[in-house]
């Protein structure tokens, strides 16, 4: 519930912003990034620094289209550790080892 006077508030002082002095008056940006890349999906947990770059075209005094690409530093891999036990007597065929 009390969300919904934040974005009100945020919605009104949207209706007021004017655009920043240091804003280009071209409607094409381009530039680079660094920042952190997470990963905590299937098993695979860690972080990285990451380098990027974007470019972007502004539709409106308050919308722009942008398209943004990070690459990690490092690479993320997942491993496994399995334990195969048969039941299977010593000397058994293949078709027996699967059967058990």
């Known amino acids: 519930m009390a969300k919904i006077p934040a974005l009100a508030f945020a919605l009104a ?16 940006y381009a530039g680079a990034s660094l920042g952190s890349f997470d990963v905590s999906a299937d098993d695979v947990d860690g972080n990285s620094l990451s380098a990027g770059i974007l470019a972007g075209i502004a539709v409106s005094r308050f919308v722009d289209i942008e ?18 036990e048969s039941l299977a007597p010593p000397g058994s065929s293949i078709a027996e080892i699967e059967r058990l």
């Open 13 to 28: 002082l949207a209706a007021f912003v004017e655009p920043a002095f240091a804003q280009s008056s071209s409607r094409l």
């Open 67 to 84: 398209l943004d690409v990070q690459l990690p530093t490092s690479t993320f891999t997942r491993s496994y550790v399995g334990v195969l």
